[in-house]
């Protein structure tokens, strides 16, 4: 069955990469997608179906304006606003009763005042996960690991770049 043989790559992936859960997408711009869809409704389908009327749903995702690029689409697929900050304080000034998420883009580390860990600690802080787009970063081969030990909740990576595999795949 297609729906087992999915769960179980998944969880082997999971263990190769010392995650809780993982799973092949249709590339990096499907799991921004489905990760942020599932941020905001966890295993609820009424909320699943609902979407993306969020309706009774937290419907923020707070972002560093340094970090938006064409590819924020994937996130607001999902009905979701985005909050752009500038700096800490912004940040934790803008956490509110409806942020869902933080979301980081790898490629912009260099770019943005907060640094990848820094925002780590910034969502743990505030009990909001975390979501690293790291699509191209992927060699070495440590870094699929890199930023699940650095403690962002979500990661994803792109097939058809760094992992060279068909440019319709991905990983979260």
């Known amino acids: 069955e297609v729906d087992e043989l999915h769960d179980a790559v998944g969880k082997r992936i ?3 990469v010392g995650s809780q859960a993982a799973m092949v997408t249709a590339g990096a711009a499907s799991a921004l997608t489905l990760g942020t869809a599932g941020v905001l409704t ?3 389908r009424q909320k699943v179906n609902q979407i993306p009327d969020l309706t009774g749903m937290k419907n923020e995702v707070i972002v560093q304006k340094s970090h938006r690029f064409p590819y924020d689409h994937a996130i607001r697929n999902t009905g979701v606003k985005m909050v752009e900050v500038t700096t800490r304080a912004e ?3 803008a956490v509110n009763e409806k942020t869902a998420m933080l979301f980081f883009l790898n490629y912009a580390n260099n770019h ?3 640094k990848d860990a820094e925002f780590v600690e910034i969502g743990k802080k505030a009990g909001i996960l975390t979501f690293n787009d790291c699509a191209a970063d992927v060699h070495p081969v440590e870094n699929v690991s890199k930023w699940i030990k650095m403690g962002f909740d979500l990661v994803c990576f792109s097939g058809g770049k760094a992992l060279m595999a068909p440019q319709s795949s991905g990983l979260l």
């Open 112 to 114: 943005g005042e907060i």
């Open 91 to 93: 940040l934790e000034r």
């Open 42 to 44: 966890g295993t609820d």
């Open 14 to 16: 999971a263990e190769l």
